[in-house]
């Protein structure tokens, strides 16, 4: 199914006369296509008395914000578009959060990356006043799912976000920003860089118009793009008011993993990621390998095996352990001797004695037997 | 009930020949009392082959072992006594971790501090490879607990247990270490100084007999009464193979709070905290306010509601906040202009604007309307 270029149209003028996420009008692009809500709003057969469209529809020049977008290296994608992520129909259906809610009628695209292979994704957002130690994880983990072949969804923030990016990035993986202003604008200014680099190998994704700027409840629908685009969202860091507990609760209403990066309790950017881990709300995680297996089909990335390499000393039964015990450090001790301290028989202690000589655990010198350099070491290790 | 003195001298020998925690006697005790366990091990009617009681019982001298004890300060307190902690009994009825299980058959204690007032009180423990970071929140947790009039039980090993001794003797709130050696011992000989502040003000408890070293299964035994004493256990930092993981299985086994303290996940002295929180074993508590709304009894300890000082932008509606975000920041807008921007009737905007004024957000100044400097603080906090 391809899509008519006035249907196209039609839904690139609904991105400029309505506020992106607007409650009232979510599902009705769905249900009377672009052109049908279109020809509603401008005709007033609507109860959205405040919502004076009239003021923006006399300005409207879809064809000419099309062309003007176009020369911009962006493409406007709707549903129809063998590019359109379908995960995000999900979103005509979720309650409002903010009244904000709904499926977008469609998306402004900049960079090669396409929409529809997001179905592969992941989000990792956060604080913007990120500590080092936050930056560093939310790097460690993009790079891992990157690696692992998902795409790192995210904003284009200072901190958690622009960390993401760069992590995703040094490993050759492209990544995806959604942006709450238009897609050719650059904010904050000062990742122009990456920016860039999004045009040319990733994507910089918005649901507002070209040239628009961010505005605070545009940050609150552009959440729900994040959360409704990739399969699961990873919180790093979260002060008790940051924007990054919207996405969650954005994730969170779309049924969709939600996982959180403890930190040090100490740590005031850690602690909205600590209430949404103790309401149950988010799953602890500490690895992008932990990530993935939230994430990914069913089989897809196992959790790895407890992969301690066994040690001497864990080979040895309890009632060896018993022995190893009540054998001496210095000056060896007789069998007899030994019975006594472990409260056993002299027999039994003589038949632990020999397997823990042959696991170099204790030895037979002279005088007597006591432990070995190895014993040593590995009790210094387990005992607390 | 009082105790003969026959009976506590049964138990005190039982102490001597028995390494602690002993599975195959769990509950024995209980049945036949210390009196009938002792004989029945000197005739030699059961079936502890390898427990050679016949050596150990021929060096007993119980009435001796008790005036060494008393004259070193310790008492030796047995069920029946006031101050017996009967939180210890369900021990005798948990399955054994590691071969061991029970109820002890006695404790010995130094210090004034009587173990049923433990009945009040939280144990907290965790890795003795501890960070800087582990031993800080460890002391804070541990000064709310006492604060709160709640004991603090903890080990007496270098790391989190010396951390939590220290911060709560710091609030002046005596604290309970429980050793895997006999209770007249200084284990590590650097403690030498909180032992004594311990014997003085709090309490030092050990099941095995004055003057027994610490060995590896007598810390195993002795995690079971640091999880059976307290009401709950908080585990500030424990490594993949740390001993507090062991303490976390006896609390879980005896269904009391298992509570575990997040760190960053860069840290190897969080990583078995974090896999008790991953699955679950453990509850991610941040503060001893949260580990007290915990153990407390119903309605003892609220958690405290969301304080947050509400700020002018958050008493705005959504509304209000469209209107809010069309409205510049240098030069004046008039209201058709703003009414425009926010795709709103002018009424509608006029009506918001008042509003915003009031707040203290926008202002009318000559050329028309524009942000306060409280309304661009309030958004550059916000906005992510």
Aim: hydrophobic letters at 45%; a neutral charge.
């Amino acid at each position: 199914m391809s899509v008519s270029d006035e249907e196209r149209l039609a839904r690139l003028a609904l991105s400029q006369i309505l506020e992106p996420g607007d409650h009232r009008i979510a599902g009705l692009v769905h249900q009377l296509g672009g052109i049908g809500l279109l020809e509603m709003l401008r005709t007033g057969e609507h109860d959205l008395p405040r919502l004076d469209v009239a003021a923006r529809l006399a300005q409207l020049d879809p064809m000419r914000q099309l062309e003007v977008g176009q020369q911009r290296g962006m493409r406007y994608v709707v549903p129809g578009d063998p590019e359109w992520p379908a995960q995000l129909e999900p979103l005509d259906h979720v309650a409002p959060l903010h009244e904000r809610t709904g499926c977008p009628p469609g998306l402004w695209v900049r960079g090669p990356v396409r929409l529809d292979t997001l179905e592969r994704s992941v989000a990792i957002v956060g604080a913007r006043a990120a500590t080092t130690y936050g930056a560093e994880v939310a790097s460690a983990v993009a790079a891992d799912v990157g690696r692992a072949g998902y795409t790192v969804v995210s904003g284009g923030a200072y901190g958690i976000d622009i960390a993401a990016h760069r992590g995703a990035i040094a490993t050759g993986t492209p990544t995806v920003a959604v942006l709450a202003c238009g897609a050719d604008r650059v904010y904050p200014p000062s990742h122009r860089r990456l920016f860039e680099i999004l045009a040319r190998e990733g994507a910089i994704v918005a649901e507002v118009a070209p040239g628009l700027p961010p505005t605070r409840l545009r940050f609150l629908s552009r959440n729900r793009l994040i959360a409704g685009l990739a399969r699961g969202t990873v919180i790093v860091e979260a002060g008790r008011r940051s924007g990054a507990r919207n996405t969650a609760s954005w994730t969170s209403r779309l049924s969709r993993p939600l996982m959180g990066v403890p930190g040090p309790v100490t740590s005031a950017a850690s602690e909205g990621v600590h209430r949404m881990l103790r309401s149950g709300e988010a799953v602890l995680v500490t690895s992008g390998e932990e990530v993935l297996e939230m994430v990914g089909s069913a089989g897809e990335f196992l959790p790895r095996e407890e992969s301690a390499p066994a040690r001497p000393r864990d080979l040895v039964t309890l009632r060896e352990q018993q022995v190893l015990d009540a054998v001496p450090v210095g000056k060896g001790a007789r069998v007899d001797s030994i019975a006594l301290t472990a409260g056993m028989s002299v027999l039994a202690v003589q038949d632990a004695l020999r397997i823990l000589e042959d696991r170099g655990l204790a030895v037979l010198a002279g005088d007597g037997w006591r432990l070995t350099a190895a014993a040593l070491q590995a009790a210094s290790e387990s005992n607390r």
